[in-house]
């Protein structure tokens, strides 16, 4: 039977310490990650204010089109151009490049979090993904190990023949 931890005390306290270790420093930088993209994400304070700039514009320039008077033939032309215009070059505009740049602060978040959490998480969590976690080390007898390591035609080395890493099926 396979078993996760030594028999032997101090062997077992080393291996539970430096799993507890790892969890915390897992969780530490998880949520160092968290905070970095509750950050950027605070810079959608600005995007959402040019939209909302934008968007009062436009409310603005709908209101100036309601007071444009109809019966003046070269004033009403003139100046329901200039309301398109507005709207084209300065509502409708900020409208875009907020959402743009909303967009593009949820992509920044998310990446700049992953960047910062992910390479000190994988440094010390890859280690332990090469197997169940048993060793044969202290667990398999000399003879099943030394067995093993001849059907899978390798020398068996003088001395005690125990396999470190996982345990062979």
């Keep these: ?3 996760p931890y030594p028999d032997s005390p101090w062997p ?7 799993d507890t270790v790892v969890f915390f420093w ?3 930088w998880a949520y160092l990650g968290w905070l970095i993209y509750q950050t950027v994400m605070g810079l ?14 436009n ?3 709908a209101a100036f089109r309601q007071v444009i008077p109809n019966d003046v033939p070269l004033l009403t032309k003139f100046l329901q151009d200039m309301a398109n215009a507005l709207q ?9 490049a907020g959402h743009n740049i909303h967009d593009a602060i949820i992509r920044v978040a998310i990446t700049l979090a992953l960047l910062v959490a992910l390479p000190p998480i994988l440094l ?3 280690p332990y993904g090469g197997g169940d976690g048993a060793t044969c080390e202290r667990q398999a007898p000399r003879s099943r190990s030394c067995e093993w390591r001849r059907s899978q035609g390798g020398p068996t080395p003088p001395g005690p023949c125990l396999r470190i890493g996982p345990c062979p099926p």
């Design 88 to 96: 084209h070059y300065s509502g409708d505009q900020l409208v875009s």
């Design 12 to 18: 077992a306290f080393l291996r539970v310490l430096a």
């Design 124 to 126: 010390v969590l890859l």
């Design 26 to 28: 897992t969780v530490v």
């Design 59 to 61: 409310k603005w320039i």
């Design 1 to 3: 039977m396979l078993k």
């Design 44 to 57: 959608q304070a600005i995007a959402d204010g040019m939209t909302n700039t934008g968007a009062t514009f």
